[in-house]
């Protein structure tokens, strides 16, 4: 009997010994491999890869050996295999998502990496980064829901709960559905807007009457920051409900006016000359665009408007206050005169008198 037991026992500990052997053995191989591919710029393993990989891959095993029997005789719990089975399933699940978590990050990581938000043209950059992030918080969700629901309906009991909670759940479902309206309205909003993109990372958008970039975009909300550092949280569904000013929808020029009230005495062919002088020897404009346009004339005065261009819309702002400053000054020094007045015409109709006719400006 007792060579009988050390005969079962022996086996069970070669059997575990074996098994640890394999899975050492796999672990080894799988980080050589990891290893030697990443250090290959023609495969697409990034730098850390290895740890983020082989650490879940190394718990996928473990649980494995945990649903040996051998492992079990090993340690003497032979009557007790339920307890075993669902720690082993737990783990799996727990690996198994942690593994498909990881590689989603270093799938996002591997293709951001070619795409630089910080460059001056970086239109296509902050379209593929918007996409990855909002996608990226879905397939987390939605994995981390299955990963659950997959470790709870593994309980027998639990699982005959739910059937029976689902069998009854008609009104009840009708009920949450009503109320969970929003909520999958912002929800859907964020997936549509990860497809449609309406919006950005760094797009420059006016929203409820402020100007800011976008900073952040998430499932349910979009912080957008304002130019003072302020931060406006807004749901996504605003963006697609609601019209709103985005400047950088498919380029980051801009064109820049400034408006200048004269009066009608001033020669605008000066005034054109001293724009594009002003403008040729700034940075801030990009060489696109130099127009002097009369666009209105009104009793009083005349509205001429300066029209410029810039590389985005905080340079187009600053070339803005630049160009007017400017234009204001050369007014004051070449034509004080022509600052728009009031005319006012008195007559004196006396009887015993001539007509004196005075014009006030």
């Known amino acids: 009997m007792m060579n009988e037991f050390f005969s079962d026992a022996n086996r069970s500990l070669i059997y575990v010994l074996a098994s640890v052997l394999g899975i050492l053995l796999f672990y080894l191989v799988l980080q050589w491999i990891l290893r030697k591919f990443g250090k290959n710029p023609r495969y697409l393993i990034p730098v850390g890869a290895v740890r983020r990989i082989s650490d879940p891959v190394l718990l996928i095993l473990l649980a494995l050996l945990i649903r040996l029997p051998s492992f079990r005789e090993l340690l003497g719990f032979i009557d007790e295999p339920y307890w075993f089975k669902k720690t082993s399933t737990l783990l799996f699940i727990f690996a198994s998502t942690w593994l498909i978590l990881n590689l989603i990050k270093l799938l996002k990581q591997n293709i951001l990496k070619k795409y630089n938000i910080a460059a001056a043209d970086n239109l296509k950059a902050r379209k593929v980064t918007t996409q990855f992030n909002i996608l990226e918080r879905i397939v987390i969700f939605v994995v981390i829901f299955l990963a659950a629901g997959i470790a709870l309906i593994s309980f027998e ?39 449609a993109q309406p919006i950005k990372l760094d797009d420059v958008v006016i929203v ?75 940075d801030l404009w990009d060489g696109e665009v130099n127009i002097i346009q009369v666009t209105d004339s009104k009793a009083h005065y005349v509205e001429i408007r300066a029209l410029m261009s810039a590389k985005d819309s905080p340079t187009a702002w600053d070339l803005r206050v630049h160009v007017r400053e400017q234009l204001i000054l050369f007014l004051q020094r070449e034509y004080p005169e022509s600052i728009a007045h009031t005319r006012l015409l008195l007559k004196n109709n006396g009887s015993n008198s001539k007509t004196d006719d005075m014009l006030l400006g």
Request: charged share 20%.
């Open 208 to 282: 409820e009457g402020e100007w800011g970039r976008i900073e952040e975009i998430n499932l349910t909300y979009v912080v957008v920051k304002i130019w003072d550092k302020r931060r406006l949280i807004v749901p996504t569904t605003y963006f697609i409900e609601r019209p709103f000013q985005n400047w950088t929808k498919t380029s980051a020029d801009l064109l820049g006016t400034v408006f200048l009230y004269t009066d009608y005495h001033l020669p605008i062919e000066p005034l054109r000359a001293e724009l594009t002088r002003i403008l040729q020897n700034t």
């Open 157 to 195: 009991e639990i699982r005959e709960i739910g059937i029976s909670i689902f069998a009854s759940a008609g009104v009840a479902g009708i009920i949450i559905g009503f109320s969970a309206q929003k909520m999958i309205a912002t929800f859907l909003a964020g997936i549509q807007i990860a497809i």
